[in-house]
């Protein structure tokens, strides 16, 4: 009699971003004249660009043609991607990752996700509170979550760092040490950064603890600020102890392409295992490559046009960030991120909850955002708005929440 | 202090597939003047054809103009490659499969390696022996697999099917129940197919033993004779206790392109949980949908043109099948496979092991074949070739090998 994981069962609800588009899909039912704006979900919507729509119809003529067509691709990526981004992304940096610690995959959601698969199963997690809903969701599924308390509104075998006003929505340093600490910076969901000196203090706490850090990078595109750190191997002793998530869905506008890549250095050894070796047969086993054809267009990201290109949209989206921070500012609300980071994360006005505040926008402004405490119940009491919608929709929306 | 799945370290050597890339790579690298031919790993040759590409270039144009970008994709799919997979794949068959039964995924080896973990860790697992690398690995990686016995060269907890000369190549049901059943028809690695009767007697048995069967679909398109089922959902019953994994790999030429599709019908209920809902779970989880110009080009796979080049593509690689299995059959070599399948399994002639048989191929004839060992015990002493080259390398390696 086959038994099912029943892991799967202790989280609770469905996935954060399945309720809200219910939700959103019912109110336009019942609201079909209304115009709604989305700024929840964090989906791009700027097309892609010229440089990247070229490569990609260079790569599908290729297909078409016997000289040219590629089969099952290397199962770690193709050497003029991987050599792309250890040049652009980590060299250019002054970061030592080379092309064969980078893992192409198809995006870094699938990524961070899988990569709780290299650990055994009675490691302590550490995630920040807010967080990102798949870095639990994929431990509890695999049973490291332990029991939802609902008091607590979390699991009780994995360690929450709360971040709040109080602290600036950056973690401290837990009293049980953990195994694993997931960090994402700049962070989903409060756009807040980490200085590289503070980033320093978590890999030197790693490295003194035998922990592992698994450092979701996917927004760095977005730092401006100097000195803020793009990548957790501009530290030192980060070779040792860290994991790097990277996407192409927030920079060059791939969240309908997917392409992601994760770096695992070889000097990561945990238990005498190196965590390489683990990743590259994980991939080799149950994933079979990036499409060809995506492939191309991310090395097309790294062109000379390209890069013109998707600096354009992250300026785009920007724009669209200081018009939300500022708007709401200016009407008295409470509001950070959104200066090196695409995510504005406001405090919810007269002591609403996250989906009370949710509902309310939705009905009165018919504009769509994330409920904070979606991500964690440090989040409660506050609500994530993007700046991935257009200009002429983000001016629109925002009018609208503070008319 | 991190801990790593020590179940990765029971996976003895690497993944079947890489250890032949490096040895034939080290041939190549010593003797850079031969031709060597490839009919190993299950890659196929030619170019993707025009309907496709014709598919993928309208995608990526509307992909580069604003009004008709699109972002993430549905978790499951786009509605249009789901109701075209339903009506072709399903009910011209007379298989009752809803389009909302579709997982659309990046391609069934994914799936086939992602599938167990809705399953919990102490399911007794029955494979085919030999068989497709996969579905043992991934259940060894989560730790289903006992302890590696160099004696049975197999994993302890793991039930072994074997499928040799004396029973057709056809797995017999297990003395012990398993919990899980692989199987795959028409078969990778041995081409055998089953009959409608008695795959009706697998489903009857998992019916009655409260046993899911991961059905691997991935080579229907190759299947030629009357009566032989390209869906285990033509049985009755099948739906309260089956999987069925679909590949757009073998029959479109997808490898590269990367698309595949499972089907979880709401009505597999077990341990009083519907497995649909754990799937549909898995995906919004950690998975972010097929990109959108691929399944684009899944959709063109159903056009009428597209159905009538697809028809050529298979056709063209069974020509191939057919000149193998003749021309060996012909030489005195004892065949299998190959008319319905586009693999040809081989005995090795006198009493070769199978990786002795893969080195005097590739030295003798610069022939690159897959060792049947790699595929479990029982696959010693046999040898697969895949139909999967271009016709003219396929003739010239057949008449290398029988020459």
Redesign the interface.
Not at 157 to 173: Q, R, S
Not at 197 to 212: I, R, T
């Given at each position: 009699?086959?038994?099912?994981?029943?892991n799967?069962?202790k989280?609770p609800g469905?996935?954060l971003?399945?309720t809200i588009g219910k939700k959103v899909n019912a109110f336009i039912a019942d609201n079909p004249d209304k115009k709604v704006i989305r700024l929840g979900?964090g989906?791009?919507?700027?097309?892609?660009?010229?440089t990247?729509?070229a490569a990609?119809?260079r790569a599908?003529?290729e297909?078409?043609?016997?000289e040219t067509?590629?089969?099952?691709?290397p199962?770690l990526g193709y050497d003029f991607l991987r050599n792309a981004i250890s040049v652009n992304d980590y060299k250019a940096r002054g970061c030592d990752i080379e092309p064969d610690e980078i893992f192409v995959s198809?995006?870094a959601?699938?990524d961070s996700?899988?990569i709780q698969?290299?650990?055994?199963?009675?490691?302590k997690i550490a995630v920040c509170d807010p967080v990102y809903?798949?870095y639990v969701?994929?431990n509890v599924?695999a049973g490291r979550g332990g029991e939802y308390d609902k008091v607590l509104e979390g699991f009780t075998d994995i360690v929450y760092m709360p971040c709040t006003e109080d602290n600036g929505f950056a973690p401290v340093i837990p009293d049980t040490v953990p195994?694993?600490i997931y960090l994402c910076f700049p962070n989903n969901p409060t756009g807040a950064v980490i200085s590289k000196e503070e980033l320093q203090k978590w890999v030197d706490y790693a490295n003194d603890?035998?922990?592992?850090i698994i450092y979701d990078a996917a927004y760095e595109a977005y730092i401006r600020t100097e000195g803020v750190p793009h990548s957790i191997y501009e530290c030192s002793g980060a070779r040792t102890c860290a994991i790097e998530l990277h996407s192409f869905s927030k920079n060059a506008?791939f969240?309908?392409?997917?392409l992601g890549y994760t770096v695992v250095p070889k000097d990561l050894v945990?238990?005498d295992?190196a965590?390489h070796s683990?990743w590259a047969?994980?991939h080799?086993?149950?994933?079979?490559?990036?499409?060809?054809?995506?492939q191309r267009a991310g090395e097309a990201v790294y062109s000379d046009e390209g890069k013109k290109e998707i600096k354009g949209l992250v300026d785009y989206y920007m724009r669209n960030a200081s018009y939300i921070l500022n708007g709401l500012k200016q009407a008295g609300y409470s509001v950070s991120g959104g200066v090196d980071a695409p995510y504005i994360w406001l405090k919810t006005p007269d002591n609403m909850t996250s989906w009370e505040f949710f509902d309310h926008l939705l009905t009165s402004a018919n504009v769509v955002g994330t409920p904070g405490s979606g991500f964690g119940p440090h989040g409660e009491g506050y609500f994530r708005l993007t700046a991935f919608g257009?200009y002429e929709n983000t001016v629109e929306a925002v009018d609208r929440i503070i008319g």
């Amino acid at each position: 009699m086959a038994k099912v994981n029943r892991n799967y069962l202790k989280l609770p609800g469905s996935y954060l971003f399945s309720t809200i588009g219910k939700k959103v899909n019912a109110f336009i039912a019942d609201n079909p004249d209304k115009k709604v704006i989305r700024l929840g979900i964090g989906d791009v919507t700027q097309p892609l660009t010229p440089t990247i729509t070229a490569a990609l119809h260079r790569a599908v003529d290729e297909m078409g043609r016997a000289e040219t067509f590629r089969g099952y691709a290397p199962d770690l990526g193709y050497d003029f991607l991987r050599n792309a981004i250890s040049v652009n992304d980590y060299k250019a940096r002054g970061c030592d990752i080379e092309p064969d610690e980078i893992f192409v995959s198809d995006g870094a959601k699938c990524d961070s996700g899988n990569i709780q698969e290299l650990f055994a199963l009675d490691n302590k997690i550490a995630v920040c509170d807010p967080v990102y809903p798949v870095y639990v969701d994929s431990n509890v599924m695999a049973g490291r979550g332990g029991e939802y308390d609902k008091v607590l509104e979390g699991f009780t075998d994995i360690v929450y760092m709360p971040c709040t006003e109080d602290n600036g929505f950056a973690p401290v340093i837990p009293d049980t040490v953990p195994d694993i600490i997931y960090l994402c910076f700049p962070n989903n969901p409060t756009g807040a950064v980490i200085s590289k000196e503070e980033l320093q203090k978590w890999v030197d706490y790693a490295n003194d603890n035998g922990s592992v850090i698994i450092y979701d990078a996917a927004y760095e595109a977005y730092i401006r600020t100097e000195g803020v750190p793009h990548s957790i191997y501009e530290c030192s002793g980060a070779r040792t102890c860290a994991i790097e998530l990277h996407s192409f869905s927030k920079n060059a506008g791939f969240t309908g392409v997917r392409l992601g890549y994760t770096v695992v250095p070889k000097d990561l050894v945990i238990d005498d295992v190196a965590l390489h070796s683990l990743w590259a047969r994980r991939h080799g086993t149950k994933y079979n490559g990036a499409p060809y054809i995506v492939q191309r267009a991310g090395e097309a990201v790294y062109s000379d046009e390209g890069k013109k290109e998707i600096k354009g949209l992250v300026d785009y989206y920007m724009r669209n960030a200081s018009y939300i921070l500022n708007g709401l500012k200016q009407a008295g609300y409470s509001v950070s991120g959104g200066v090196d980071a695409p995510y504005i994360w406001l405090k919810t006005p007269d002591n609403m909850t996250s989906w009370e505040f949710f509902d309310h926008l939705l009905t009165s402004a018919n504009v769509v955002g994330t409920p904070g405490s979606g991500f964690g119940p440090h989040g409660e009491g506050y609500f994530r708005l993007t700046a991935f919608g257009s200009y002429e929709n983000t001016v629109e929306a925002v009018d609208r929440i503070i008319g």
